[in-house]
C-alpha cells in the first residue's frame, strides 16, 4: 500500500469539492427516500379517512375507540407523549381537536380531520429524515467494502441489524447492505472487524466507523463488545463519516468530524496509540476542502474522500480492507 493512499484518488483540494450534479443528485436521492418513509402515512391517512367517514358528525368520532391513537395524532399528541397520557386525558385531547378544528370546517371536517393527521406524521417524519443521510451514507459505504472485499477475493460476514447475529455472506448479497450494522473479513491470517456507531471508551464518544483487529465473536454480546471496545491496541482504524449534501450544512459537519477526529488523535496519542484516521463526507465546499487536505499533506488524517465521488469512494474502501 501507498504511505500516502490518499494520493490513489486524490490529486489536490480541488478534487475533494462537491460538484453541482452531485448536489443535485443527492438532494433528489432525499427527496425519493423521503416520499419512500412516507407513503405508510399517507396509507394510514387514507385509513383514517375512511373509518371516519362512517359517523355523520365529528362529535360522534369519540365513539369510535378503535381509530383513538389516529385521533390523538390529528389533535398533535405525539406517540411518546400518548404513552403518558390517562384516558380521561386522551378523551380531553381529542374533543378539543373536534370542538377547536372539526366542527367549524362544517361539511369539510373530514378533510381537516386528515391534513391534521398528515401535519403530525409529517413532523414524525421530519425527525426520521434527519437521520436519514447518516444512513445512506452508511449503506453506501457498505456496499464500497463489500465490493472491494470481493476484488480482493475475501469472503465477509456480516452482523445482521434484524437478528443481532453474524451471519455469512448469502449467495445473493444484492440490497445486503440494507441490514448491515458490522462487516467482517481476514487480512493476511488476521481477522478484521468493522462496525459502526459506536462508544469508544478511551474517546468517551460514539464514532462513525472503527475497524478492529478482532474476531466477530469479540464484538456479538453487548458484555464480550465492551471489554474488546476498551482495548486500545485493537483499533486499527476510526474514521468519520457525514451524509448530508446540503452545502449550507457542509462546515457544520465538519468542525463536528474535525472536533471528532482530534478528540480520537489526542485520546489515543495518551494510550500511545496511533490509529488510521480518515473523513468521508458528502457535502465538501472550497474551505473544508483546503482544510481536509492540509491536514492529509500534514499527518492529520491519512486518508479522505467525496462520498458522492465513486472513485474516491472506492479507492477509500480498497485501501481500508487491506490495512
Known sequence: MATRPFLRHLQSADDLLTTYEAKRAGFISLALEKNRQATPFVQQARALRSAAATVKSPRELLTLHEIEPALLVAAGVSDKATAYLEVADRKVAISALIQDFLEPQGEQWLDELVYRFLLTRGDTLGGAMRNIAGALAQRKMTRAIISALAILGHEYEYLDSASGRWLGKPENDADIELRIKGLSWQFQNDARTLVYNI?????????????????????????????TYRMTDLYIALGELKGGIDPAGADEHWKTA?????????????????????????????????????????????????????????????WLCQL
Do not use: Y
Request: glycine content about 4%.
Open 199 to 227: 462508544k469508544v471508551p478511551a474517546v468517551n464518544k460514539n464514532v462513525d466507523l472503527c475497524l478492529l483487529n478482532c474476531r466477530p465473536a469479540d464484538v456479538t454480546t453487548n458484555r464480550v463488545a465492551r471489554a
Open 258 to 318: 474535525q472536533s471528532a477526529l482530534n478528540r480520537i488523535q489526542r485520546s489515543f496519542t495518551e494510550e500511545s496509540k496511533t490509529p488510521h484516521l480518515f473523513f468521508v463526507g458528502a457535502a465538501i465546499e472550497k474551505d473544508m476542502a483546503n482544510e481536509i487536505w492540509e491536514q492529509l499533506n500534514n499527518g492529520g488524517l491519512e486518508n479522505a474522500a467525496n462520498l458522492t465521488d465513486d472513485n474516491q469512494v472506492a479507492s477509500l474502501c480498497m
